[in-house]
């Protein structure tokens, strides 16, 4: 299995969300979406027009934990969710594939997605599961509670969630980056 990191840099968030935003429509959206929610890759694509279109907060059975979640939806993505679904209909998936008829992307076309933007900015260890990442990593940032963070997660502890969004990681080579013997 790949480790994958978050995406750290705010001013490469913004640069990749801009580059995404001028490539893709839907591939922005899933980028921003997911980096705004903290929702696993399996339930962001399972999402339809009708579960966000105008909605203040997602509601979801988590595939993987088959828990029930409540979550709020941030005003701006409330505006950006808003103008991208203006034109579908109810039961349009709001991440369509290009494969058949109202299908979803697939996980696999997902990573490939974030995989190819990697590239173009340099990145290494990038996948799917970096936007759940990234959201946790600027969510801990800004409001330094690890309790509540690792309530969103479903995690068992707070050392899990520090060590999944790479704090722990962020601290080693902080405090190593100047020792010498």
Known sequence: ???????????????IKKHLKEKNERNYMLFNFG????????????????????????VLVE???????????????????????KDMENGDYLFPSRQGVNQPVCRQRAYQMLRETAEEFGLEHIGTHTLRKTFGYHFYKKKKDVAILQEIF???SPDITL?????????????????NL
């Not at 929610?37 to 966000?52: A, M, P, Q, W, Y």
């Not at 088959?66 to 505006?79: E, H, Y």
């Not at 060590?163 to 020792?179: M, T, V």
């Open 154 to 156: 479903n995690h068992s």
């Open 63 to 85: 595939r993987k934990t088959k828990k029930r979640k409540f979550l709020p939806i941030s005003k701006r993505l409330q505006v950006e969710l808003k103008r991208y679904c």
């Open 35 to 58: 980096i705004n929610t903290g929702l696993r890759i399996s339930d962001l694509l399972n999402f339809k027009k009708e579960d966000v279109f105008g909605k203040q907060q997602l």
């Open 1 to 15: 299995m790949n480790y994958v990191q978050p995406i750290r840099d705010k001013e490469l968030l913004e640069a």
């Open 163 to 179: 060590r999944y969004i790479g704090i722990n990681q962020d601290s080693i080579n902080e405090a190593l980056s100047d020792f």
